[in-house]
C-alpha cells in the first residue's frame, strides 16, 4: 500500500462514505470550487491503478468501489506516520501530545480507561 496524495484521499473519503458511486457522486459531494469531470475521473483512475479502486462497467459509464477498506488505509497512514515523525514510538507520541497540549497525569489515566482491550479479548477468547 502507499500513502495517497491529498487529492486522492479527498476522493478516497467520498468513496468510503458512498461505498459506491459514479464520478458525478464524487464531485457532488467535494467541495467549492468543483473541480473539473475530467480531473476527478484520472484522479479515480490513479486510484485504480495503485489498487485503492475497482470497477463496474455500464457501457461507457463506470461505477467506482474501494477495494481497500478506510480502517486498513488509517491503520497503515498512522504506522508510517507513527514511523516518521516519532520513531515508531507510541510513547514518544503520547509523550509529544501531552507536552503540546499540556495533558496532565490524571486526564491520561482517564485516556487509557477508555482504551478498547482488543487485545485481551481475543487472548481470552482463544484460551
Given amino acids: ?8 484521499e479527498e476522493v478516497m473519503q467520498i468513496l468510503w462514505k458512498l461505498n459506491k458511486g459514479f ?3 464524487i464531485i457532488e459531494l467535494l467541495p467549492e ?18 489498487g485503492f479502486v475497482g470497477h463496474n462497467a455500464y457501457g461507457k459509464t463506470h461505477e467506482y ?4 477498506s478506510k480502517t486498513d488505509y488509517t491503520r497503515f497512514y498512522f504506522k ?10 507510541f510513547a514518544g507520541l503520547v ?5 503540546e497540549e499540556d495533558v496532565d497525569l490524571k486526564e491520561l489515566e482517564e ?3 477508555n482504551v478498547p482491550k482488543e487485545d485481551s479479548d481475543e487472548d481470552s477468547s482463544n484460551a
Avoid: Q
Avoid at 1 to 8: F, I, S, W
Avoid at 95 to 99: G, R
Fill in 80 to 89: 508510517n506516520f507513527l514511523k516518521g515523525y516519532f520513531g515508531g514510538s
Fill in 111 to 113: 485516556l487509557l480507561k
Fill in 33 to 50: 470550487p468543483k473541480p473539473a469531470y475530467n480531473t476527478v475521473s484520472t484522479i479515480v483512475r490513479i486510484l485504480e491503478t495503485k
Fill in 1 to 8: 500500500m502507499r500513502e495517497l496524495t491529498r487529492a486522492e
Fill in 95 to 99: 509523550s509529544f501530545f501531552a507536552k
Fill in 65 to 68: 468501489y474501494p477495494l481497500i
Fill in 23 to 25: 464520478v458525478k457522486d
